[in-house]
Nanobody, 127 residues
Framework: VQLQASGGGLVQAGGSLRLSCAGS????????MGWFRQAPGKEREFVTA????????YYADSVKGRFIISRDNARNTVYLQMNSLKPEDTAVYYC?????????????????????WGQGTQVTVSS
């Protein structure tokens, strides 16, 4: 079972990037999928998450209105569209799958509850 994140890179402030996270080895179509990030010298932080059918999403205040999470269950893939990027968005971005069901979106913020993690993709925003 694997989650493969891609799409990171170097972008100027104000620019956009689209991250992808492709699952393999099992279907994640019934699972909450999340994105987290970790900047150098900082703790891992929650970015956003989406429920199994895409109807419910949850964002950290720091990215609300700029980032959009979506998913394509037919492709077993989740996306993170990042707009109006800022230097403080610089981090390694990780996707993750939460297999536990029936929890409120507040639960989705807890990284330790996720069951599968991707390898991370570097996003660097220059000023």
């Amino acid at each position: 079972v694997q989650l493969q994140a891609s799409g990171g890179g170097l972008v100027q402030a104000g620019g956009s990037l689209r991250l992808s996270c492709a699952g393999s080895g099992r279907t994640f179509s019934k699972d909450v999928m999340g994105w987290f990030r970790q900047a150098p010298g900082k703790e891992r932080e929650f970015v956003t998450a989406i429920n199994w059918n895409g109807v419910s999403t949850y964002y950290a205040d720091s990215v609300k209105g700029r980032f959009i999470i979506s998913r394509d269950n037919a492709r077993n893939t989740v996306y993170l569209q990042m707009n109006s990027l800022k230097p403080e968005d610089t981090a390694v971005y990780y996707c993750a799958a939460l297999l536990k069901s029936g929890h409120s979106p507040g639960f989705w913020r807890i990284g330790d509850e996720y069951d599968y993690w991707g390898q991370g993709t570097q996003v660097t925003v220059s000023s």
